[in-house]
């Protein structure tokens, strides 16, 4: 009840922030949202996502005959960078947001960046997928939520990174070369107006 009360409210700012915006009560409401957004011309990537995979999103295209540039079947890691770096030019790039605030505002921290620069500039659409236990008041709460609690959830699923957050649980503010927290996308307005869309989710989904 809470997230259905809320979530229209927070679709409401984010428009009025130019972004596109829908609540969706459940996944199953989210997914055909988001295919309905997706022409089958387009060329379709995304970045790292947890949000994406749950809902089984790449495996929907995939059996619709959309194009995909997938970095997921990359035989060699320099084939990987190539297939990110080719994504940042798709029609349509999936991603989640690490926190959307109440007010209508988008915070993420990448490693590779290549996520983050798809909110910057490059695909011609960005569609942003995220649960209802993403939104937070502020930019104050997004920035403490994104590194005591999403960075090192991140990090934890790849056990060769050597950074504190995979021995404690913690955030050390680690300057290694492995740590996650490389950049900080704030993203205040949309611009242009709705090239990002974000679909609400009234559930818990991704980190």
């Given at each position: 009840m809470q997230y259905d009360k809320a979530g229209a409210k927070v679709a409401e700012a984010l428009n009025k922030r130019y972004f596109e915006a829908y609540y969706c009560p459940d996944r199953a409401a989210a997914v055909e949202k988001v295919l309905e957004l997706i022409s089958p011309e387009d060329t379709v990537s995304w970045g790292g996502t947890l949000?994406?995979?749950e809902l089984g999103l790449k495996d929907l295209l995939r059996a619709r005959?959309?194009?995909?540039?997938d970095r997921d079947i990359a035989q060699s890691n320099e084939e990987r960078v190539e297939l990110m770096r080719q994504g940042l030019l798709a029609d349509t790039f999936l991603t989640s947001s690490n926190a959307v605030t109440a007010d209508g505002q988008l915070f993420n921290i990448d490693g590779n960046g290549?996520?983050?620069a798809a909110f910057c500039?490059?695909?011609?659409?960005?569609?942003?997928v995220?649960?209802?236990?993403?939104?937070?008041?502020?930019?104050?709460?997004a920035y403490s939520r994104v590194r005591s609690y999403t960075a090192p959830g991140v990090v934890q699923r790849f056990p060769?990174?050597?950074t504190p957050c995979n021995v404690t649980g913690l955030c050390?503010?680690?300057m290694g070369p492995d740590s996650s927290c490389c950049h900080f996308v704030h993203t205040r307005l949309c611009r242009p107006a709705?090239?990002?869309?974000?679909?609400l989710v009234g559930e818990d989904l991704g980190l």
């Open positions: 949000t994406v995979d005959g959309q194009k995909l540039i290549n996520r983050v500039f490059g695909p011609k659409q960005v569609i942003v995220a649960g209802m236990n993403k939104v937070v008041p502020d930019m104050d709460a060769a990174a050597k050390a503010d680690c709705k090239r990002i869309k974000v679909v």
